[in-house]
């Protein structure tokens, strides 16, 4: 069997770290790694319209910035499929399949779906597109025959919903689908990033997140800002590591090579660690690490990003060859899935069998 990864993003603004540790930065390690027979990458619009339906051009002017910022952190169009997801119609008529095999109440108990209406206060106003994204997700994963999907840790149950509905339309109609695994990223400080403000995840809609395009001085500026421990007011006073923002990024981020460079009194983050519960060393110099390391992580990706912005029409190149690509893919699994269940009437006279 290939191995194959389907994984993507929702083009509702830039990508910030929370993404890029996550995720990206393994996909791009998992690119070079040359262990994957095909890779698929998707900008996932159509998912993103479940809830900004009212505001299609937000999505829009995103989908290109979202392509943008893969092609910075290090996608090869060459290895990785980069494709759109409303451009493949069978993804679209997967999901009408795949919602027979799913039950309302289900779909209501998926707990990622849960903590996103309430963080997006749709109470009772829930469209239901955006209740059944899952199934639409199940149609994109399986679409691709994936048996790889990186994602964070909160869309873990969002992939065993898939899981169950591979299971449930193999045991109806034959062996036809492919049950994927999760991809979980091996930096566990990465697993879940915290906003700048402390709060439990960075998001695009909470405003709490250190994107990928920043320039220099509003990275500086947000990371100056972050949430520390509330209980280290001076610098004498013994700190605290849980919760401390500032030590989850650097837990994230930080190499052993950055301490020479830029912070050289300290051998590594153990030591400057016990320094700061010890007390003695106050937040402001570590924010100011903290501020290097992450320009040094961020600057080869500005500079990429930097030079696809001077070759725009390249870039939409590679969104249409990749998206025609994916098209041809899903093309082949709809047609396995068509032929299980029966309904491909026309195929060599079936109808009449």
């Known amino acids: 069997m290939k191995k ?9 603004g830039h990508l910030h770290l929370g993404h890029y540790v996550g995720s990206l930065r393994e996909r791009v390690e998992l690119q070079n790694s040359n262990t994957f027979d095909e890779i698929y990458i998707e900008i996932a619009d159509a998912q993103a319209l479940t809830d900004n339906a009212d505001n299609p051009e937000k999505v829009r002017k995103n989908v290109l910035q979202v392509a943008l910022d893969y092609l910075s952190v290090g996608i090869d169009p060459s290895r990785a499929c980069i494709f759109i997801q409303s451009a493949i119609p069978a993804i679209a008529e997967l999901t009408v399949y795949y919602l027979n095999l799913v039950t309302v109440a289900r779909l209501e108990r998926n707990p990622t779906v849960k903590a996103e209406i309430q963080q997006k206060h749709f109470e009772a106003s829930i469209p239901a597109g955006f209740m059944c994204y899952p199934v639409s997700q199940a149609a994109d994963i399986t679409a691709f025959m994936a048996t790889t999907v990186p994602v964070g840790e909160d869309q873990e149950p969002m992939l065993e919903q898939t899981r169950e509905i591979v299971r449930k339309f193999n045991d109806i109609y ?7 695994s999760i991809y979980l990223t091996t930096n566990k400080a990465g697993l879940r990033l915290p906003g700048i403000d402390g709060k439990a995840k960075m998001s695009k809609s909470l405003g709490n997140g250190i994107y990928l395009c920043d320039t220099p001085e509003d990275v500086e500026k947000k990371i100056m800002s972050m949430y520390t421990d509330p209980t ?4 004498d006073d013994p700190g605290h590591l849980e919760g401390n923002t500032v030590f989850t990024y650097l837990d994230a981020f930080c190499r052993p090579e950055y301490f020479p460079e830029f912070l050289p009194e300290y051998a590594n983050l153990d030591e400057l660690k016990a320094h700061y519960t010890k007390g003695g060393l106050g937040d402001v110099k570590v924010k100011r690490f903290l501020n290097k390391v992450m320009q040094a992580e961020l600057e080869p990706i500005r500079a990429r990003r930097h030079e696809w912005d001077q070759h ?14 994916a098209n041809a893919k899903a093309n082949e699994t709809l047609h396995s899935v068509k032929k299980a269940m029966r309904i491909n009437y026309f195929e060599d006279g079936n109808l009449l069998k």
């Open 312 to 325: 725009l029409d390249d870039v939409m190149d590679i969104l249409k060859d990749g998206t025609a690509k």
């Open 232 to 235: 280290h007011l001076r610098r």
């Open 174 to 180: 034959g062996e036809t689908l492919v049950e994927p």
């Open 4 to 12: 194959i990864i389907l994984t993507g993003d929702r083009p509702t």
